[in-house]
């Protein structure tokens, strides 16, 4: 009996405890890519079935990120930029030529910190001072914010609302932050859940990746741009792309059929081929 009631004690105490932590880490679950998809449209990026969100996070970084915006100007592609804050705060020439040059600035943050045990306060204080920095240093006012690693916890949502910025994450994404990343598999790795109206998240820099990995990311860019419109969808940064849960026109990956071609009920299709073919 004194075993059972020190047990039943023991759970009384804890309860509050785990009811915390699932308040925290609830919201989550919106990690999870088709339950996004379905559910939270508007949070997963979806928007017009004919335009493609190009989004990068992490920078800016003085070792890459300019070699990605060369890249973008030679395509005529403008994209999304979810820079943390402390990166703004340390590169801010660099931060200013990403809105000089037609780049959409938003904000991944103060840092690339792990966010699995309740910080409500930190929170709430560092995610207004990314914006504020971020808008200091640009002279823009941001509106997206993606966190780290994907992860939008209570304590996320609230200091996102009270900064006035819009959660967004991703239907589509590269794994370029992995050491063993190559043009070849971000480009097919983006290919596999490509959609048209589909926001596509890659890095302009290894600040919370393998070292070097940005290179692989930065292979894929052209082919994945012209992937995209040769399905005819164009390609620009979240601000263009309507998202509020418009219906997504799904793009396959495969051989078969003609790039650009429309399969059934109208589906764009494009050809990306598996890691190694050309």
Not at 180 to 194: C, E, G, I, K, Y
Not at 223 to 240: F, K, N, Q
Request: glycine fraction near 12%.
């Amino acid at each position: 009996m004194r075993q059972g009631s020190r047990a039943g004690r023991a759970a009384y105490a804890v309860a509050p405890v785990l009811a915390v932590a699932l308040a925290h880490i609830g919201p989550a679950a919106t990690w999870l890519p088709e339950l996004r998809r379905r559910r939270f449209p508007a949070l997963a990026g979806l928007g017009s079935p004919r335009h493609v969100a190009l989004t990068f996070d992490d920078g800016p970084d003085p070792a890459s990120t300019p070699q990605f915006l060369d890249v973008l100007d030679r395509l005529g592609v403008r994209a999304t930029f979810f820079v943390l804050g402390e990166n703004a705060a340390r590169h801010p020439v660099l931060a200013r030529e990403l809105v000089r040059r037609g780049h959409e600035i938003a904000v991944h943050g103060w840092s690339h910190d792990r966010p699995w045990w309740p910080t409500p306060v930190r929170d709430a204080r560092e995610l207004p001072r990314a914006v504020r920095v971020v808008g200091e240093v640009t002279g823009t006012v941001p509106h997206w914010y993606r966190p780290p690693y994907g992860i939008l916890t209570s304590g996320r949502w609230a200091a996102a609302r009270g900064a006035g910025l819009r959660p967004v994450l991703w239907t589509a994404w590269g794994k370029d932050w992995r050491h063993d990343a190559t043009p070849a598999s971000v480009r097919a790795t983006v290919a596999a859940d490509l959609r048209g109206g589909g926001t596509v998240l890659l890095h302009d820099t290894d600040h919370a990746s393998a070292p070097g990995s940005w290179r692989a990311a930065l292979g894929a860019l052209p082919d994945i741009v012209r992937d995209c419109r040769e399905a005819g969808l164009a390609v620009g940064p979240l601000g263009e792309h309507g998202t509020g849960g418009a219906a997504a026109t799904r793009v396959t990956a495969g051989s078969a059929g003609l790039a650009g071609a429309a399969g059934p009920a109208g589906r764009a299709s494009f050809r990306s081929p598996a890691p190694g073919q050309p």
